[in-house]
């Protein structure tokens, strides 16, 4: 989409303004070296960053919670052990099957970076791959 003053929304927000921005400065840098422009709109205005607080780790009562409405034997409990045990991505989740297991272990290969990753399966995962 362009950027172009229509686009923005009525009552923008911080992020919205910072992305609209960071599209216009490029734009106008260019202006400037190539003397079309002697400064852009915003000469002063240097874009800030979106702060967030990233991502929450679960605590271990969730993690409890979670256990006693999904127990052993449920897909969403199969897949809950397999990612809380094997710290897979995703994408990885997704693809993870019983052609994965063997001998004690579940062998897959990341998407992103082509390694491979062993994972011992531990009591809790064996038991709900075992049910399922």
């Not at 910072?18 to 003397?35: E, H, I, V």
């Amino acid at each position: 989409m362009p950027v172009r003053a229509e686009n923005m929304p009525d009552t923008p927000t911080t992020a919205v303004f910072a992305n609209w921005l960071y599209g216009l400065l490029p734009a106008f840098a260019l202006a400037a070296r190539q003397g079309q422009v002697a400064n852009g709109p915003f000469p002063s205005v240097k874009p800030g960053r979106h702060k967030t607080k990233g991502f929450r780790a679960w605590t271990h009562d969730k993690l409890a919670a979670f256990g006693a409405v999904y127990p052993v034997g449920t897909k969403e409990r199969l897949i809950f052990d397999i990612a809380l045990w094997t710290w897979q991505a995703r994408q990885e989740l997704a693809n993870i099957s019983g052609k994965h297991v063997r001998g004690g272990m579940i062998c897959t290969t990341r998407g992103k970076t082509a390694t491979s990753d062993f994972c011992v399966i531990q009591l809790d995962l064996s038991q709900s791959l075992r049910i399922a």
